[in-house]
């Protein structure tokens, strides 16, 4: 079992920045892919950004690339997606997950998941 914690969000002005945290803590960590995602309300949930289990590959959702970048600290047990740019489209609740897959962008294919942190932009 792998239990996730996010944390970070909160309200802010668009053109805004935020740091999402999540602390992993269970079986080990580093044998994870781990990736974000966001859902809005009367939404889809939808993949935002993925990380491979040492870091070295990323993925993102192809309307975020350039605006957030997901990044991870084993020795921290803590993966983090930095949000800039935002736009009031950007509000949504954020989960972190853990995959034993490379690459996975299908919620389907994370077997564990947080309880979300909201994220709100005001225009």
């Known amino acids: 079992q792998v239990q996730l914690v996010e944390s970070g969000g909160g309200l802010v002005q668009a053109g805004g920045s935020l740091r999402l945290s999540c602390a992993a803590s269970?079986?080990?960590?580093?044998?994870?892919?781990m990736g974000w995602f966001r859902q809005a309300p009367g939404k889809e949930r939808e993949f935002v950004a993925g990380?491979?289990?040492?870091?070295?590959?990323?993925y993102y959702a192809d309307s975020l690339k350039g605006r957030f970048t997901i990044s991870r600290d084993n020795a921290k047990n803590t993966v983090y997606l930095q949000m800039n740019s935002l736009k009031p489209e950007d509000t949504a609740l954020y989960y972190c997950?853990?995959?034993?897959?490379?690459?996975?962008?299908?919620?389907?294919?994370?077997?564990?998941w947080g309880q979300g942190t909201q994220v709100t932009v005001s225009s």
């Open positions: 269970g079986r080990s960590f580093s044998r994870y892919s």
């Open positions: 997950a853990a995959s034993v897959r490379l690459g996975a962008k299908a919620a389907t294919q994370y077997e564990y």
């Open positions: 990380i491979s289990w040492a870091g070295g590959n990323t």
